[in-house]
């Protein structure tokens, strides 16, 4: 990356605080720009979601990957939840979506209870494993709550086999004018298809292992047992694992780094499976230089951008996000590694900005917690618009769950420091609210700044991006007006 007119900031800078300036491009088209991320983990789109407690779930993570992303499930999750987390995960079909099922002999107000984990709004009825029927949340408007699924459903219009191809089941939807359609194979439940999910198919590469399973990653803290806790997450099957601290570059994260890759590097051993170590945060070039000497091969950028966070606002300490990233990644690469920018990101030219100052990935937390995905109850305010909670992993809410195991008068202590906002509604956008809808748009912006740059990979898009420095009435110049003057 280069600054315009050769000219060197003079102070730090946000994502606000910069622009990037077109350059001649033999990119024609947004569908040209490959989004294969240089860092190893085997990701086809930069985006990490953020391994926060409101935010990274079961749900989110198949969704996720199979758009081409990875999850990172939160530290304070029980062995137990990860190890069936990630089982789900990895059972999970690469291409056709995971759907809500339901008996049909079950109460409506039951199935209106789990609806809202998922976008597409419907569910497969299903009696001994078998599709018969399809029932969507407009069948179930204005019927008595106890009433019997079975008697609001659909009958079974249209069912796709499993070899079917994305363009033809999307005819064969087309054709039926259905919505959806459970896939089956031998007569048993396989999946489902919607348009839009097939449509995304032929666009979106999904992010899989050697396997072809889904990717999916966790994260644990330094303290305890680190090496035993990695061992652990390494025989789940998670994909990356993340060192995760507020303040990364601390004696205590060198110490235990190295015994986390270690014990990547003897899982390898055994599996033949290199699963890559990310460790962090840091935000100057010293501690991306010492996290990438330990041994590890992300580094995770950011201190105070996230919407969660109070962490500047308490200490002061941190820095904006676009010369932290610039400067971290340039270290990192010193060092054999690469960086993710962690928190920030509200817009997708963020996320651009954020490729363009070398992060090979960005992390992504409270934008996703407001979709359906996200693990918190789907909830309304008292003007029906949908929200969800959304919480800091250093909250008093987050703190309490870590802390659990401790005696009462360590709970009660540990509370009294937290620094991370404890609840905030995250309302969902009417216009995108699943998760899948919200990286539609990201993607969108992220290729189209690739065409700018005449860059067809995450690689070029280092090397070609121009950036430049504008003050608040720049920025404000290029926010578009949803009302005339």
């Known amino acids: 990356m280069e600054f315009l007119n050769g000219l060197a900031p003079t102070h730090d800078l946000t994502y606000n605080d910069v622009f990037m300036v077109p350059a001649r491009s033999g990119v024609t088209s947004r569908l040209d ?30 969704t996720v990957a199979r758009r081409g992303g990875v999850v990172i499930l939160p530290q304070d999750i029980p062995v137990a939840a990860v190890d069936s987390t990630v089982a789900e995960v990895k059972g999970s079909h690469p291409v056709f979506e995971t759907p809500i099922t339901i008996r049909p002999g079950a109460p409506v107000a039951q199935l209106l209870s789990v609806l809202g984990k998922r976008a597409h709004r419907a569910a497969i009825v299903v009696e001994d494993g078998r599709p018969v029927g399809t029932v969507t949340e407009g069948e179930c408007a204005e019927v008595d709550r106890f009433a019997r699924v079975g008697d609001v459903m659909s009958e079974l219009v249209l069912t796709v086999g499993a070899a079917v191809e994305v363009r033809e089941a999307f005819e064969q939807l087309e054709t039926a004018r259905v919505a959806l359609a459970p896939v089956v194979q031998d007569d048993r439940l396989l999946g489902m298809v919607t348009r839009t999910g097939l449509l995304r198919s032929a666009i979106y590469r999904p992010a899989v292992d050697s396997q072809g399973r889904l990717l ?11 090496a035993g806790k990695a061992h652990g997450l390494l025989d789940a099957g998670v994909d990356v694992v993340v060192v995760d601290t507020a303040h990364g570059h601390q004696d205590k994260m060198l110490e235990v780094l190295p015994s986390v890759v270690a014990a990547r590097d003897a ?51 941190g820095r904006p996000q676009f010369s932290a990233v610039l400067e971290c990644a340039a270290a990192a690469k010193e060092g054999g590694a690469q960086v993710w920018a962690d928190g920030g990101v509200k817009h997708p030219r963020d996320v651009a900005l954020a490729l363009a100052a070398g ?41 309490s769950r870590r802390t ?82």
């Not at 490959?34 to 990490?48: E, F, K, M, R």
């Not at 999916?216 to 680190?226: F, K, R, Y």
């Not at 990310?278 to 950011?302: M, P, S, T």
């Not at 995250?426 to 993607?443: K, N, S, T």
């Open 359 to 399: 992060a090979a990935s960005v992390m992504i937390g409270s934008w996703f917690a407001g979709t359906y995905e996200s693990p918190g109850d789907l909830m309304r305010d008292p003007d029906g618009r949908y929200y969800k909670e959304s919480f800091g992993m250093a909250s008093a809410r987050a703190v």
């Open 216 to 226: 999916v990653g966790a994260a644990v803290g330094i303290n305890g047992d680190v």
């Open 267 to 317: 899982h390898a051993g055994q599996s033949g499976r290199r699963v890559p170590v990310v460790a962090g945060n840091v935000v100057a070039a010293e501690g991306a230089l010492d996290l990438a000497q330990a041994g590890a091969d992300i580094v995770k950028v950011g201190v105070g951008p996230g919407a969660m966070c109070t962490t500047r606002m308490m200490t002061g300490v």
């Open 404 to 485: 659990r195991d401790l005696s009462a008068f360590d709970r009660a202590r540990s509370a009294l420091f937290e620094e991370g906002i404890s609840s905030s509604k995250m309302y969902l956008d009417p216009e995108r609210p699943g998760v899948e809808d919200v990286i539609d748009q990201i993607v969108s912006g992220v290729r189209s700044a690739c065409t700018y740059a005449g860059a067809q990979t995450i690689g070029d898009f280092h090397s070609r991006a121009v950036v430049g420095i504008q003050g608040a009435a720049g920025y404000d110049e290029g926010r578009p007006r949803h009302t005339s003057w």
């Open 33 to 62: 720009v490959d989004l294969s991320t240089p860092d190893g983990v085997g990701t086809s789109l930069p985006l990490v979601v953020a391994n926060m407690t409101a935010v990274a779930g079961r749900r989110m993570a198949e």
